[in-house]
């Protein structure tokens, strides 16, 4: 598959660059995508929540009362959590929430997202572009050029550039992430996908080793 190359004023440049069929052309697996989003979210997540059960608060262990003949429910300490004050039953506590992902699946998930983009018309190719130093207004100039307006753009670069990058930095609808760092949640947040022409190539050597 092929698709036009534009330049970053947002015009043609009459260059074309083939998009690898095994990379951007498969049927999408809905499932793998999201196998390795549940996966990517689940460990974002710290797990360190903690509350606090009976045998962590303070309070003393002597029985309130005697057990039977009150006419009401038996207590057994301060701590018991129905009282003001208790322990929480069954509270969260610390844990790790990772999971495991097969590399192959991962693969699978992020082609299965970049192909299901080309099908939708949300990937735009621009040529390689570098900035002398960090400027947000060009960023926001290739923004309107490129009729991004206010949707999630990913920007995939070829090799780490901190000039890109921190152009983009205090841009809420624009992230920059180099092509061998792509992952299912990333791409598929995106609303528009802006790959750099050099990236095409590194993200199918990326996905195809």
Known sequence: MEIAVKDIKGKDTGKKVVLDDSVFGIEPNEHAVYLDVKAILANKRQGTHASKEKSVISGSTRKLKKQKGTGGARAGSIKNPLFHGGARVFGPQPRDYSEKVNKKLKELARKSVLSAKVKDNEVIVVEDFSFDVPKTKQMLEIKKNLNLNDKNSLIVVANPNNNVYLSA????????????????????????????????EEIVKTLNK
């Not at 809420?172 to 790959?195: E, F, M």
């Open 169 to 200: 930095r205090n841009l809420q609808s624009i992230s920059v992430v180099n092509a061998c760092d792509i992952n299912t949640y990333d791409l598929l947040k995106a609303k528009n996908l802006i790959l750099c022409v050099s990236s095409v």
